[in-house]
């Protein structure tokens, strides 16, 4: 009887010292499996945030490089009108009567070089904000969505129309298209409500069409065929107007950016 309670108490001992060592086998499996899962997770999240601030820093160079090209843009749309008078210096030593009319000048490859320069720069700012809205990534598409607009596709497809149409051969189809492009650009600065410029855009886009209003009410009511104000002048006031909107908007974006610390 003794015998038997002996073999019992150490087959208890033995039992608990083996469960005793389980559950510290278990307990040190289960810790080391634990800090190889943190040291996992803790790279991934390295991964991550090194992806995020790559992404980041890729976004900032686009938003700088767009903010150059705008600017660009605005440069070309300025000086357009001094450079043809320049290029057109070895025929005359005046402003011809529209922007239109260096079509037939004796270097008409400055015209041809400078409108399609401003057209595909139109094209390619729209088709920035287009390529935008490809984007998986919501606060990427977010910030890309603010590059340029949709609707510049149609105003460089205009000018495109006012090259490859001139005045006095297509005369309306060219007007027409001119007519696309200058009011276009005032009812775009106007309606567009997008950004804190919005008084600027109002105003630019009125002065616009008032410019361009004056020249029609001085050509054909007032002074008619010896008009001091030509339509010259009118598209070239016209152009400047634009050209400022796109680098306020530029300015803007740029503050926006910043206040987002988008580039810290």
């Not at 005793?20 to 945030?49: H, P, T, W």
């Not at 596709?153 to 060219?174: E, R």
């Not at 008032?210 to 001091?228: C, I, Q, R, S, T």
Request: glycine content about 6%; aromatic content about 16%.
């Amino acid at each position: 009887m003794g015998l038997f309670y002996g073999n019992k108490e150490r087959v208890r001992h033995q039992t608990k010292k083996y469960l005793l060592a389980g559950i510290l086998f278990i307990s040190k499996y289960c810790f080391l499996r634990q800090e190889q899962f943190l040291k996992c997770v803790s790279m991934n999240l390295q991964d991550m945030k090194i992806t995020a601030q790559k992404a980041g820093k890729k976004v900032v160079k686009e938003v700088d490089h767009f903010a150059k090209l705008e600017r660009f843009i605005a440069a070309v749309l300025i000086f357009t009108p001094a450079i043809l008078y320049w290029a057109d210096l070895g025929c005359r030593d005046t402003f011809r009567d529209s922007i239109s009319n260096y079509h037939f000048m004796w270097a008409g490859h400055w015209f041809g070089s400078l409108l399609t320069l401003a057209a595909a720069l139109f094209i390619y700012n729209g088709a920035q904000h287009m390529s935008a809205q490809k984007e998986k990534q919501a606060l990427v598409k977010k910030a890309k969505s603010r590059f340029g607009k949709g609707y510049n596709i149609i105003f460089g497809v205009a000018l495109f129309g006012v090259l490859f149409f001139d005045h006095i051969t297509f005369k309306w189809t060219h007007y027409i298209f001119a007519s696309i492009f200058f009011v276009g650009c005032a009812l775009a600065m106007i309606l567009t409500r997008e950004s804190r410029i919005n008084t600027l855009g109002d105003v630019l886009g009125v002065l616009t069409l008032v410019f361009l209003g004056f020249h029609l009410l001085l050509e054909y009511l007032v002074w008619k065929d010896h008009n001091p104000f030509t339509l010259l002048w009118a598209e070239w006031i016209g152009l400047i107007l634009i050209a400022i909107y796109f680098i306020a908007e530029s300015l803007q974006r740029d503050r926006q950016e910043v206040a987002a610390h988008l580039y810290d």
